[in-house]
Each structure stands twice: as C-alpha cells, then as structure tokens.
C-alpha cells in the first residue's frame, strides 16, 4: 500500500506521516528530509539543492525524478509500500509517480491520498513557532530545547523565516492545489482537516482510510 500526505507547509504531514508509517508498518519518507540529508552529506547535487531550498522554492520536477524517485522505488520493492510525504507537489510529479506505481502492479485501490487542509493565519503561525531535530528530523511545536526521541539540540529551519514561508504558501497555492483536483478526480482523495490534537486528527485519518477500505471491497 501506498499513502500520499499532501497539504501545504505547516499542515501537520510530516507528524501523521510518521504516525501512521508506524500504524501501517510500512517505511516513512519524507521529501523534505530526504533533500536536507543530501544537503548534508555534500554530494556534488548537494549545492544546488541547497539553492532551492534556502530560497523556499520547489526543486525542479526533473531533478526530483532523478533524485526522489528511485528511493521511493527502492522502498516500495523492498517494503511492500511507503509512507510519503511531501510527494508529489506538483501535477507533473503526481503523473510520475501514478507511472511508477502502475509499473510496480499498485492500483487506485491500494493509494491513498490523505490531504491536510488548514486555514492560512494558522499555517502562518505554526511555521513560524516550528522547530526541527537536525538529527532525526522531528518536527516539534513551541517546544524544549532538546529533541524528546534523540536529546540532540533543536534548530530553527532556514527556511521558516517568515518572508520564505509566505512564499513557499504562496506556490504551494498556485501549484499543489492542482494536485487536489488530480485526486481527487481519480476517487483517491481523503481531505482531512488539519485542525485539533495529533491524535484526534489521526484517528480521522485512520477512520477515513478504514471508510475507503470498506468503499472498495
Ligand atoms: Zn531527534
């Protein structure tokens, strides 16, 4: 099984994602983290993708094929599926990916697109009080000093300073959204509003997918 966590920054994907990964004893991957680890490991792409990312922009379509695709792949074939998050951004990607899945055997009826949706004065507000573990790439609120799964010393992202966040909404508005439409055309979508607990906002999305599971069979 395949599940999509899309919605714009901020919206909690990377939370749920990882919530249910463990739910579904499936692997997490986050694109987000998977392009700050390359960053780090300072590979000859390392540099360029750093460009984009401090800037707040999306990295190309084609770069993520090269880069992203194969990894999802890799986990799909060794796994039996994926969590992902962050992927796909774009209605370029999101075709990519339904090939990729259709080579690997995986119908409509084993993906399942949770989308987040939140209202803009809050995604605003969380990005900006947002911190990150650079260790094992935990997103945390308003919180301690220290990661509470690693105990390593939290940071804020380079790119949740606020001029960066108003624009990375701002393209997540004009290209993402298409990617609702996409979905949800193709009876995949379960939207999810991205307000209240974690783990009330994850029982939604554990019910919902039950819901489809039902719908199908
Ligand atoms: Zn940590």
Redesign the pocket.
């Given at each position: 099984m395949v599940f999509l966590l899309i919605g714009p920054p901020g919206a909690g994907k990377g939370t749920q994602g990882r919530i249910l990964s463990e739910k579904m004893h499936l692997p997490y991957l986050s694109s987000g983290d998977f392009l700050r680890e390359l960053v780090v490991k300072n590979v000859p792409i390392s540099r360029q993708v750093k460009l984009y990312m401090d800037k707040g922009e999306l990295i190309p379509d084609s770069l993520m094929k090269e880069l992203f695709l194969p990894e999802i792949k890799k986990l799909i074939v060794t796994q039996g599926g994926v969590v992902l998050d962050g992927y796909p951004r774009t209605l370029e990607q999101a075709k990519e990916l339904e090939s990729l899945l259709l080579s690997l055997s995986l119908s409509n009826r084993n993906i399942y697109v949770i989308e987040l949706t939140l209202q803009k004065n809050e995604l605003c507000k969380r990005l900006k009080e947002r911190v990150f573990?650079p260790?094992?790439m935990?997103v945390f609120q308003n919180h301690d000093n220290f990661?509470s799964?690693?105990?390593?010393r939290l940071a804020k992202r380079s790119d949740d300073t606020m001029q960066v966040i108003e624009g990375r909404l701002r393209k997540y508005e004009l290209k993402t959204r298409s990617l609702h439409e996409y979905f949800s055309n193709r009876g995949l979508l379960l939207t999810i509003p991205g307000e209240g607990s974690i783990q009330d906002i994850a029982s939604i999305i554990e019910q919902a997918i039950k819901e489809k599971k039902l719908d199908i069979n």
């Amino acid at each position: 099984m395949v599940f999509l966590l899309i919605g714009p920054p901020g919206a909690g994907k990377g939370t749920q994602g990882r919530i249910l990964s463990e739910k579904m004893h499936l692997p997490y991957l986050s694109s987000g983290d998977f392009l700050r680890e390359l960053v780090v490991k300072n590979v000859p792409i390392s540099r360029q993708v750093k460009l984009y990312m401090d800037k707040g922009e999306l990295i190309p379509d084609s770069l993520m094929k090269e880069l992203f695709l194969p990894e999802i792949k890799k986990l799909i074939v060794t796994q039996g599926g994926v969590v992902l998050d962050g992927y796909p951004r774009t209605l370029e990607q999101a075709k990519e990916l339904e090939s990729l899945l259709l080579s690997l055997s995986l119908s409509n009826r084993n993906i399942y697109v949770i989308e987040l949706t939140l209202q803009k004065n809050e995604l605003c507000k969380r990005l900006k009080e947002r911190v990150f573990c650079p260790s094992c790439m935990r997103v945390f609120q308003n919180h301690d000093n220290f990661c509470s799964f690693c105990s390593t010393r939290l940071a804020k992202r380079s790119d949740d300073t606020m001029q960066v966040i108003e624009g990375r909404l701002r393209k997540y508005e004009l290209k993402t959204r298409s990617l609702h439409e996409y979905f949800s055309n193709r009876g995949l979508l379960l939207t999810i509003p991205g307000e209240g607990s974690i783990q009330d906002i994850a029982s939604i999305i554990e019910q919902a997918i039950k819901e489809k599971k039902l719908d199908i069979n």
